[in-house]
Nanobody, 117 residues
Framework: QVQLVESGGGLVQPGGSLRLSCATS????????MGWYRQAPGKQRELVAG???????TYADSVKGRFTISRDRVRNTGNLQMNSLKTEDTAVYYC???????????WGQGTQVTVSS
């Protein structure tokens, strides 16, 4: 059974930073890609950042230069460092695992990120 648990969300002021973490368990080593998605109220879930086993990363244009994704497959963890946060970054953030970045197979329960003054 594959499980993902996110943590690190919260309330932050515009311009601030947060670091999201994703703890994984189960047979996760076979999944090449970890992704971070977000879903704001009334909007579709979107890919924010992804990383594969070769270390190749991808970012949504809206977060390039501000967010950094990382993954430690030995420790079964992943992180999303978010800097220079904007109000439009407010959403529920989900960690995912899959064979490719665009085809997630497992999801965490999500963690709320609210950027507000």
């Amino acid at each position: 059974q594959v499980q993902l648990v996110e943590s690190g969300g919260g309330l932050v002021q515009p311009g601030g930073s947060l670091r999201l973490s994703c703890a994984t368990s189960g047979n996760t080593f076979r999944f090449n890609a970890m992704g971070w998605y977000r879903q704001a109220p009334g909007k579709q879930r979107e890919l924010v950042a992804g990383i594969n086993t070769s270390g190749t990363t991808t970012y949504a244009d809206s977060v390039k230069g501000r967010f950094t994704i990382s993954r430690d497959r030995v420790r079964n963890t992943g992180n999303l460092q978010m800097n220079s946060l904007k109000t439009e970054d407010t959403a529920v953030y989900y960690c995912s695992l899959g064979f490719t970045m665009s085809s997630p197979m497992y999801w965490g329960q999500g963690t709320q990120v609210t950027v507000s003054s």
